[in-house]
């Protein structure tokens, strides 16, 4: 069965601090995999998509990075800002999958930016 | 920008009731999803539908019905509301399945407290 498991759990640090999260996956054949930014109460907004190829991608302070052969990607946040604080999910998508049935979501990792 | 909307932020009905939950979204795309997100669960699959009158049940569909008359919209229907069907419920769209580049984007949830 196709896992996605992000750790840690939950993660506070404070303002202007960096971060790092992790996303290990068992998915296979791989597609693509994204990570997505959840404010409390809303819904998820993807912050990246990345492709087999691609190992590593950035947008604004945040950087992913994918290792396709060790089925790992993480998600990098430079200074940290108290917009920063929400749930940070990844998400898996299988090749052969042209559902939403090819798609595994992680659990999340809880994120908590202090002043 | 893709703009994904849900009829209610917040609902509360009795246990036994009948529920419908509105998603509609305003850029054309094929794909709509139905989620429910629960504390240590995650995102969980519904339903979802790759077209108009099409629909496919996804992890989690016991419980739950969908109707997609129109392009834009993608009905929930809770048929007779139970407890353990209180929780957030999210509404996605994309545009051709999920490609590599494709992504999902999500509605701002509809909290559902059954009593």
């Known amino acids: 069965k196709n896992q996605v498991e992000q750790s840690p759990q939950s993660l506070i640090i404070l303002e202007g601090k960096n971060c790092t999260l992790q996303?290990?996956?068992?998915?296979?054949?791989?597609?693509?995999l994204r990570w997505y930014k959840q404010d409390t109460g809303r819904g998820p907004v993807s912050l990246t998509i990345?492709?087999?190829?691609?190992n590593t991608k950035s947008n604004g302070r945040y950087t992913a990075t994918l290792d396709a052969d060790t089925k790992q990607s993480s998600l990098h946040i430079t200074a940290s800002q108290l917009s920063d604080s929400a749930s940070y999910i990844c998400?898996?998508?299988?090749?052969?999958?042209?559902?939403?049935?090819?798609?595994?979501f992680g659990k999340g990792t809880h994120l908590i930016i202090q002043p | 920008d893709v703009k994904v909307t849900q009829s209610s932020r917040y609902l509360v009905k009795r246990t036994g009731e009948k529920v419908f939950l509105e998603c509609v979204q305003d850029?054309?795309?094929?794909?709509m999803f139905w989620y429910r997100q629960d504390p240590g669960l995650g995102l969980r699959l519904i339903y979802f539908?790759?077209?108009?009158?099409?629909?496919e049940k996804g992890d989690i569909p016991e419980g739950y019905s969908v109707s997609r008359e129109k392009k834009e919209r993608f009905s929930l229907i809770l048929e007779s509301a139970s407890t353990n069907q209180t929780s957030m419920y999210l509404c996605?769209?994309?545009?051709?399945?999920?490609?590599?580049?494709?992504?999902?984007?999500f509605g701002p949830g509809t909290r559902l407290t059954v009593l």
């Open positions: 996605a769209s994309s545009l051709e399945g999920l490609l590599a580049t494709d992504t999902q984007y």
């Open positions: 996303c290990n996956y068992t998915v296979s054949p791989f597609s693509n």
């Open positions: 990345m492709t087999f190829s691609e």
């Open positions: 998400v898996v998508s299988e090749a052969s999958g042209g559902g939403a049935d090819g798609l595994t």
């Open positions: 850029m054309d795309h094929e794909n």
């Open positions: 539908s790759y077209d108009v009158k099409m629909k």
